[in-house]
């Protein structure tokens, strides 16, 4: 008998989750989307049966309605398109037959087939097989078709004693608009988000499923946040703020980039929409990336979008120094050639509308994706990925960003890093993403599109600790991913600021790290001070030196490249902290110093 690997605990967790009152409530519970992409061509051969094992213990099952005198194999045929009697029929799998079989018996406590009951009959959630003749050069048959398992259609039946017991009462919602012939299908399962984390767990599942989403706590790498004046992205605020570039440096800074020829993007998630100036920035340039995957990789025709709401200041004004942070770089780029781009975390600002869009367009790219874009998803695709946004940023994704902690969705993270990727592709260049929060490893996994053709650069936050022991993200990446940048806050003698958190010792020259002065507005950590802003300062500076890039980019080979350059460009005669110490002037700079 096959086992059931998720802990007879979780039972209660899906009781609750979905019982009738919240089911009917107007607020849906904050749910994971699992998808599980499912080879249907189900040709009984070692690959697909050791696919169809693994899912017919895994996936939930489904009740039906059975009429008296109907036999098991017609009950198996008509849901599943599979047989064992006659070598002549398309349906004919013996192989397969025999692996639902076994399932359909297990799911209803019997032992032999005539055993089985009439009326209610539990059977495997398992995909249908494909159809066996389709036309190849329809190209919507290379499009996915999107089974949908809803939590409010899904409960665990009276007497079950393991969760995997789940079960959906019917039949999945199958959308297949224009492709019933499609050789695959992407099943969608909505549960609560300790069930997901139980299915990661799982090695022999985890290589065949996604998380959608997933919630994520951050925790924002300042001890506080101040309020600082100047909304302006280009207004002086009354407060001084600490300079790391000399008169020389920024004199030099403004001529180089005043002769890059190549613009580049610096996404920055953090709490909001710093200022006016940004928020319409911001908008106007995500909405671009937007267009561009709506034109280009999907093949459709953009939304027509509501206007702007009014601009307000963020509830937590964390974003604000981030701003403070970058002026004296932006100050030295007239032609904007680094493009700094805020996408806010929480609802709040009037964001929900773009959360939606980034979270929808994500869906409808890695659907494309299968079909390596040959053709566009249809009309019933582009709803489908609205309401999987829609319950993500409406059930997990909060209004508003209080205090230093927030709960977030990593489904964000996951869209800017695939549509950042891609965008970047366009123009053959490289884009970064500015990570100013920490948060622990956990069960869940943004996933890093190989080659990502950029960088992610994160803070490793101010607690004194070892991220990466600590495992504190993703920080902690920097040294077995050349994907991740992690930075510290130190000055350029390597004296460490506002008690930045550090890295392993002994293993600094793996690590893909830089240091970097984080003071703003102080240089105590009481919120104008940190890593959280030493962090988009590096971003910007990498952002700088790409646009100034005038050679071809090799994506197979770029991010290893880039941390051969930061580590070439140590000063070996430092140890500790000034040893990840890099000038801005050095970290633009393409040439690695000869040794």
């Not at 019933?380 to 909060?398: F, H, L, Q, W």
């Amino acid at each position: 008998m096959l086992k059931r690997t998720v802990s007879v605990r979780m039972v209660a967790a899906f009781s609750i989750m979905l019982s009738p009152a919240i089911a009917f409530s107007q607020q849906k519970p904050p749910t994971v989307l699992i998808q599980v992409d499912v080879d249907t061509a189900y040709d009984d051969s070692p690959r697909s049966l050791e696919l169809i094992e693994k899912l017919l213990d895994k996936l939930p099952s489904r009740t039906i309605n059975v009429p008296t005198g109907t036999s098991p194999s017609r009950v198996i045929l008509d849901n599943f398109r599979v047989s064992k009697f006659s070598q002549d029929a398309v349906s004919y799998r013996p192989n397969t037959y025999d692996l639902i079989e076994r399932s359909v018996l297990q799911l209803n406590g019997v032992t032999r087939p005539e055993d089985l009951p009439a009326g209610k009959l539990r059977i495997p959630g398992l995909p249908t097989k494909a159809l066996t003749n389709f036309n190849p050069g329809k190209a919507l048959n290379a499009l996915p078709k999107i089974s949908l398992f809803g939590a409010e259609l899904m409960s665990v039946p009276a007497g079950a004693d393991q969760p995997a017991d789940l079960t959906l009462t019917g039949e999945p919602e199958l959308l297949e608009a224009g492709r019933p012939a499609s050789q695959s299908t992407v099943v969608d399962i909505e549960v609560a988000a300790t069930e997901a984390a139980e299915l990661f767990k799982d090695e022999g599942l985890s290589e065949l499923i996604r998380a959608f989403n997933y919630p994520v706590t951050v925790n924002l790498a300042t001890c506080a946040s101040p309020d600082p004046s100047g909304p302006d992205r280009n207004q002086q605020p009354a407060a001084p703020v600490f300079a790391t570039l000399s008169p020389a440096d920024a004199t030099e800074l403004g001529k180089m980039m005043g002769e890059a020829k190549r613009q580049t993007s610096v996404f920055v998630l953090d709490t909001g929409w710093p200022s006016q100036a940004a928020y319409q920035y911001s908008r106007n340039a995500l909405h671009e990336v937007f267009d561009f995957i709506w034109s280009s990789k999907l093949k459709l025709k953009p939304p027509v979008r509501g206007g702007a709401a009014p601009f307000q200041e963020p509830s937590n004004s964390h974003v604000k120094s981030i701003e403070l942070a970058l002026q004296e770089f932006e100050q030295q780029d007239p032609k904007d050639m680094v493009r700094v781009v805020y996408m806010p975390l929480t609802k709040e600002q009037g964001a929900r509308p773009m959360l939606i869009e980034l979270l929808q367009l994500n869906y409808l790219y890695n659907l494309a994706f299968k079909s390596r874009f040959s053709t566009a998803p249809t009309g019933v695709d582009v709803k489908r990925a609205r309401e999987a946004a829609e319950a993500v940023v409406d059930g997990t994704i909060p209004a508003v960003w209080s205090g230093q902690e927030v709960k977030t969705d990593k489904a964000v993270i996951d869209a800017i890093l695939a549509l950042g990727k891609s965008f970047a592709e366009s123009k053959q260049g490289a884009f970064f993403v500015n990570e100013s929060w920490t948060t622990h490893s956990e069960a869940f996994q943004v996933y890093y599109p190989s080659p990502l053709r950029g960088l992610v650069v994160a803070a490793v936050g101010n607690s004194n600790e070892d991220v990466i022991h600590a495992f504190r993200d993703f920080a902690s990446r920097s040294l077995l991913h050349k994907d991740t940048v992690a930075v510290l806050n130190t000055d350029a003698s390597g004296t460490r600021l506002c008690c930045t958190s550090v890295l392993a010792p002994g293993v600094e020259n793996e690590t893909f790290a830089v240091g970097f002065d984080g003071r703003v507005t102080s240089a105590t950590c009481d919120g104008g001070c940190g890593t959280s802003f030493a962090s988009p300062r590096v971003a910007w500076l990498l952002g700088a030196s790409e646009s100034l890039r005038m050679t071809t980019l090799d994506a197979a080979t770029w991010q290893l490249t880039e941390f051969q350059r930061l580590r070439g460009l140590r000063d070996a005669t430092k140890t500790g902290l000034g040893t990840f110490w890099l000038g801005p002037l050095q970290i633009i700079k393409r040439e690695i110093p000869k040794s």
